[in-house]
Antibody, heavy 117, light 108 residues
């Protein structure tokens, strides 16, 4: 089965850091562009970041540019999101998703990040 | 959210319901890349419609999409109890590069 499984979420203080992981299975991960999307409580999804195949191209939403870094390890079928300088409004469920930004055809179930003192 | 959806919609089993998604000429109205996603709480969101009206393999033809000007629509025909969930639209938006709607909770 095609599957994405996120991990690494948790409770972190404002200003802290967290690294999210996304394990892919059931498809050619190295041939797939990948994204991170988040959803804050009571709000719609927010696209955060994109990484192309071969890590040739990257893109970030203005809200996380300079604080978050997307990366991938094709040998381990894994996607990552390094999150620094976390703020209260970064509290959300974080999803990894496959595809170009405008058509996300596979999503994980998400990992919850709570930023609070 | 950048795209406007009605917060709720409802229908009885077997009926049809249409959910709207209104943007601007910089997103919905300007590109063919409108997608719709279905999300049951606690599960992975699922792609229902892409490129305005195309269905991925395995999505029933009860789900259909359309667009007119700056407004896209998702129609669910022959409502089934398992359709009760949250629906989100998204659109390519150039430099941003994708924006989502706030979601519509469908009650069957």
């Amino acid at each position: 089965d095609v599957q994405l499984v996120e991990s690494g979420g948790g409770l972190v203080q404002p200003g802290g850091s967290l690294r999210l992981s996304c394990a892919a299975s059931g498809f050619r991960f190295g041939a797939s562009a990948m994204n991170w999307v988040r959803q804050a409580p009571g709000r719609g999804p927010e696209w955060l970041s994109y990484i192309s195949t071969g890590s040739l191209n990257f893109n970030y939403a203005d809200s996380v540019k300079g604080r978050f870094t997307i990366s991938r390890d094709d040998a381990k079928n894994s996607l990552f999101l390094q999150m620094n300088s976390l703020r209260d409004d970064d509290t959300a469920v974080y999803y990894c998703a496959r595809g170009p930004e405008h058509t996300l055809d596979v999503w994980g179930q998400g990992t919850t990040v709570t930023v609070s003192s | 959210s950048a795209l406007t959806q009605p917060p709720s919609a409802s229908g009885s089993p077997g009926q049809s319901v249409t959910i709207s998604c209104t943007g601007t000429s910089s997103d919905v109205g300007g590109y063919k890349y409108v997608s719709w996603y279905q999300h049951h709480p606690g599960k992975a969101p699922k792609l229902l419609i892409f490129e305005v009206n195309r269905r991925p393999s395995g999505v029933p033809d009860r789900f259909s999409g359309s667009k007119s000007g700056n407004t896209a629509s998702l129609t669910v025909s022959g409502l089934q109890p398992e359709d009760e969930s949250e629906f989100y639209c998204s659109s390519y938006a150039g430099n941003r590069p994708v924006v989502f709607g706030g979601g519509t909770k469908l009650t069957v």
